[in-house]
């Protein structure tokens, strides 16, 4: 479970692992609950949201249901009415066991196993290059901040150096092919796959 306090928090979250299932308040920090919903349906994340306010008006109930959410329960709630929900949104969208092996082009992961492939050879990783090779996989062409990969190697009391990512995505283009991250100047990087 990742549980977000802000709107920016939840945004980041979400970019680097879309959940199974959502729990989503309206009154977040720094931006509105709906707008957040209506930007990650544009995206293309289709996990159930569950829609959790205080807010109980009517028109609140058809904006939410009508921007995205599955359902909406109003605080304050019931706990076993809350997980009942959510078992039932599970069973609606069939949430089937995910696949964990990833295939991008000559790269295969294994998110169960911890291990990567090269055209089927296996490719030796540390832990932190293969966090960030399945943060970039997750997305393929996403470009992915640096401190969205920052994050997503590194825990909050790690420190990091200046060139530690780089060093990391230098180890990636050496153990694979040059052009399978690309750098976007001012942006970050993204997984590319050929066609």
Not at 64 to 84: M, N, T, Y
Not at 134 to 140: D, H
Not at 176 to 184: A, D, H, K, L, S
């Amino acid at each position: 479970v990742r549980w977000s306090q802000t709107a920016s928090q939840a945004r980041k979250s979400v970019d680097q692992q879309a959940p199974a299932i959502m729990v989503l308040d309206l009154g977040l920090p720094g931006e509105d609950g709906l707008s957040l919903l209506k930007f990650w349906r544009k995206q293309g994340i289709h996990c159930p949201v569950l829609i959790l306010t205080a807010r109980d008006s009517i028109d609140t109930r058809i904006s939410g249901l009508d921007s995205g959410a599955d359902d909406f329960l109003v605080k304050p709630f019931d706990a076993g009415e809350l997980f009942a929900r959510l078992r039932a949104l599970q069973r609606r969208h069939g949430s089937p066991e995910p696949s964990h092996t990833v295939s991008l082009g000559r790269i295969e992961l294994d998110t169960d196993r911890i291990t990567a492939k090269l055209d089927g050879q296996p490719i030796e990783l540390t832990r932190r290059e293969f966090a960030l090779l399945a943060t970039l996989a997750s997305k393929p062409g996403h470009v992915f901040s640096r401190q969205a990969l920052e994050d997503a190697i590194y825990a909050l009391e790690d420190s990091v150096s200046s060139n530690t990512l780089e060093v990391y995505i230098h180890n990636l283009r050496r153990k694979f092919y040059p052009e399978c991250i690309r750098t976007v100047r001012g942006s970050g990087y993204a997984l590319d796959v050929p066609a």
